[in-house]
């Protein structure tokens, strides 16, 4: 069975989201988009709020979120207990968010990457495995930060 990722966006994110869902297809994930569907304006705090519920649920692995720079759904997400949502603008910062810190959101700014570095940046984060080791007591205490 294929790893399960599920992705929103506000208004300003709906490009790079359609980019991020064909990425993590290509990639072999099931993948559940959540929306919005149209171009009318939303709240972004919505759409975090829904992605992150599906990650701490456990009924997806990993989560995408998309608006215009990316900052409040970052904000946004990691206010949710267990969520460690990290704002990339970079395939490095991808790779690290996941190798080192275990992110399980990814935030993207659609109006400061474009769909072509954001197609790579969400490649990299979908492809990077957390490394564990020295890096997993880190992890830890940032989630004792959530109680």
């Known amino acids: 069975m294929a790893d399960r990722i599920v992705l929103g966006s506000d208004h300003a994110g709906l490009a790079l989201r359609a980019e991020a869902v064909r990425v993590a297809r290509q990639a072999g994930f099931d993948v559940e988009d959540l929306g919005p569907f149209s171009s009318e304006s939303v709240d972004y705090p919505d759409y975090a709020a829904r992605v992150a519920a599906a990650v701490t649920s456990g ?15 970052s904000i946004a997400a990691n206010k949710v207990k267990g969520v460690r949502a990290a ?20 935030c993207l700014g659609e109006r400061v990457v474009g769909l072509g570095l954001g197609g790579a940046v969400v490649a990299a984060f979908l492809a990077q495995a957390f ?6 007591r880190r992890v830890d205490k940032i989630s004792a930060l959530d109680r």
């Open 131 to 136: 490394e564990g080791g020295r890096h997993q």
């Open 59 to 73: 009924s997806a692995r990993l989560g995408i979120l998309v608006c215009g720079t990316g900052i409040g759904m």
């Open 87 to 106: 704002h990339c603008s970079t395939e490095f910062e991808a790779r690290m968010a996941r190798a080192h810190n275990d992110a399980n959101i990814l």
